[in-house]
């Protein structure tokens, strides 16, 4: 079944202790993306990867980092969680077409982070 | 500050009614993507457009992209209660790939 995983689905952490959200894809997508969802603001773009060991921001960069080191994952490190954190975080991939375009996006379950 | 502003941010109509969302920009976006979230789970892509002034039929759900690339609408004709959902717009951006997300419409449709 072609899927989009995100493991932990929920997790509660205090400021400042590290962690990472693991997000794996099945589909042999060329595109990864991490979103935050906040209520009003819809989804906002974390940073994104065209393919192994390709990152560039979105958005919203600061305070994440991520890395592409094999194409069907697509950690979201925090290293230093704080507060402003707090969110639903998403995975997403695609393929990319030959326009130039990114395809339908297959987005995972969402991983709900509380940082104390 | 959104790079797509989405309107109305809420809409609640009766079964039967049509509806139109909107999603407008000052960016051109090389395409728009419309998305339907629920509850708890992850957005789910609708439709993709791409040429300025495409118009896209998906049932009773039409899409369409502005001759510039910067605006797009999403009109629901017949609404139904299974049409209630957070509706998102999304464009890639022209000159990287970047996709940024309006803050959606959340529409209710009453049985």
């Known amino acids: 079944e072609a899927q989009v995983t995100q493991n932990p689905r929920y997790l509660i952490t205090v400021t400042g202790k590290k962690l990472t959200v693991t997000c794996s894809q099945n589909?042999?997508?060329?595109?990864m993306s991490w979103y935050r969802q906040d209520p009003g603001l819809g989804l906002r773009q974390i940073y994104y990867?065209?393919?192994?060991?390709?990152?560039d921001k979105g958005d919203v960069p600061e305070g994440y980092k991520v890395s592409r080191k094999e194409k069907r994952n697509f950690p979201l490190i925090l290293e230093s969680p704080s507060p402003n954190q707090t969110s639903l975080y998403f995975c997403?991939?695609?393929?990319?077409?030959?326009?130039?375009?990114?395809?339908?996006?297959?987005f995972g379950p969402g991983t709900r982070l509380t940082v104390l | 500050t959104q790079l797509l502003e989405q309107s109305p941010q809420f809409l609640s109509i009766q079964e039967g009614e049509n509806l139109t969302v909107y999603c407008n920009s000052s960016?051109?976006?090389?395409?728009l993507q419309w998305y339907r979230q629920e509850p708890g789970e992850g957005p789910v892509l609708l439709v993709t457009?791409?040429?300025?002034?495409e118009v896209k039929k998906l049932k009773r759900l039409t899409f369409q992209f502005g001759d510039a690339r910067k605006d797009s609408s999403l009109h629901i004709t017949a609404a139904q209660p299974g049409d209630t959902g957070l509706y998102l717009c999304?464009?890639?951006?022209?000159?990287?790939?970047?996709?940024?997300f309006g803050a959606g419409t959340t529409v209710t449709v009453r049985a």
């Open positions: 589909m042999n997508h060329e595109y």
């Open positions: 999304a464009g890639l951006g022209s000159n990287d790939y970047k996709l940024s």
């Open positions: 960016s051109v976006f090389s395409s």
């Open positions: 997403a991939s695609s393929t990319l077409t030959v326009a130039g375009n990114t395809d339908t996006q297959y």
């Open positions: 990867s065209m393919n192994v060991e390709v990152t």
């Open positions: 457009v791409v040429t300025g002034g």
